[in-house]
């Protein structure tokens, strides 16, 4: 099957079974994002999530996961961390899910990424490689030397093999002004580039974002993105995205959105979430205890809350909300580099 097929089936066998969902009003979950680890070999600036580090699944659990989530309708398996490939067995859980005939992606800092890249190309239809400014930037933010080479090597690499590419430029306090350079690199690169705003616990959406990150500096950010967007960059956001993102730091409703209902997230140690933002928020089940099908349907969703500003989760929301430029904007990343 060549690559844009591969992309794209998945995603219509979803679409038709979410329609069906949508019209019986009940949960499906055909987008999953598993967790693989907490553990990271970065410390960067604004991210909270190695301190979690605890009880990871077995390969096997991770396996069964995604089978039982594949049997219950998933279409779209995604993989992040904490960094996924510090785990020896992040290629056979990944691999395990493209053989279900789910669309796969990855998110990553990059810096293993060359060395694994003909066993990652095996199993990977599109990585998410985190880039937060040109060199000198992205290597403080992510406190860590020579990270930006490591970033640039793993696009090259990835790129040279057919996989898809975007970025995830998280902004601070530290970046604020790193917009028109990732978009060149971008434009130079082919890849799509998202933006979102430094959160100040990545598992607590109710601590609030980065305090330099106020109203008028988010509308000042989704200004900035729609004029590029418009003058045709790579800017990886949709237009609702970018209306959401106007409107903070208060995004959105949290009852009205579609994790938990359409897309999840599994915890390292098999919890299953709506998102990783509101996991403190409630009592969530463990899918080694009551099986993972079960718990996403079983799962506490929001009723309430300021909603969320964090790109994949909110693109994809707005898919399931029939959003039609968020659905265009999805079809047209999937199918082709900028
Ligand atoms: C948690 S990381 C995991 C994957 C990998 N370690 C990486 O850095 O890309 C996934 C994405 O979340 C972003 N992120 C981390 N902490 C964040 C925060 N406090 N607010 C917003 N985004 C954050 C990262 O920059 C990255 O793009
Ligand atoms: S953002 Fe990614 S690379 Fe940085 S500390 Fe968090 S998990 Fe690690």
Redesign the pocket.
């Known amino acids: 099957m060549n690559r844009v097929a591969r992309r794209v089936l998945p995603a219509l066998r979803g679409a038709l079974g979410l329609s069906l969902a949508r019209a019986r009003g009940v949960r499906r979950p055909y987008s999953m994002t598993y967790i693989l680890t907490h553990r990271?070999n970065f410390r960067?600036a604004?991210?909270d999530?190695p301190d979690a580090a605890g009880f990871e699944m077995s390969t096997a659990q991770f396996q069964g996961a995604i089978d039982e989530f594949a049997a219950a309708g998933s279409s779209r398996a995604s993989f992040?961390?904490?960094?996924v490939l510090l785990r020896d067995d992040a290629i056979a859980i990944v691999g395990h899910a493209r053989r279900r005939g789910l669309f796969t992606s990855m998110?990553?800092?990059g810096w293993l990424v060359e060395e694994r890249i003909a066993e990652i190309a095996e199993v990977l239809d599109m990585m998410v490689v985190?880039i937060d400014g040109p060199a000198e930037v992205h290597d403080l933010v992510r406190k860590r030397r020579r990270s930006y080479d490591r970033v640039l090597g793993a696009i090259t690499a990835a790129r040279a093999r057919g996989i898809a590419v975007a970025t995830?430029t998280?902004i601070s306090e530290q970046n604020r002004h790193v917009v028109p350079e990732v978009l060149d690199l971008a434009a130079r690169h082919g890849f799509w580039a998202y933006f979102?705003p430094?959160?100040r616990d990545?598992f607590d959406h109710g601590a609030g974002l980065d305090p330099a990150l106020d109203g008028p500096a988010l509308r000042g950010l989704a200004d900035e993105l729609r004029r590029a967007r418009d003058a045709g960059r790579p800017v990886a956001a949709s237009p609702g995205y970018l209306d959401r993102l106007a409107r903070g730091p208060s995004f959105g409703d949290c009852g009205a959105c579609h994790a938990g209902r359409y897309f999840g997230t599994v915890m390292p140690d098999g919890t299953v979430v709506p998102c990783h933002l509101v996991s403190r928020d409630a009592v969530y089940p463990n899918g080694l205890e009551v099986g993972f099908a079960r718990a996403f349907a079983e799962m506490p969703h929001p009723v309430s809350g300021p909603g969320c500003a964090?790109s994949p989760y909110q693109e994809t929301d707005l898919v399931f909300g029939l959003d039609p430029r968020a659905i265009g904007a999805a079809f047209t990343r999937m199918i082709h580099a900028p």
């Open positions: 990271c960067c604004y991210c999530i992040s961390g904490g960094e998110n990553t800092n985190s995830i998280v979102q430094a959160y990545c964090i």
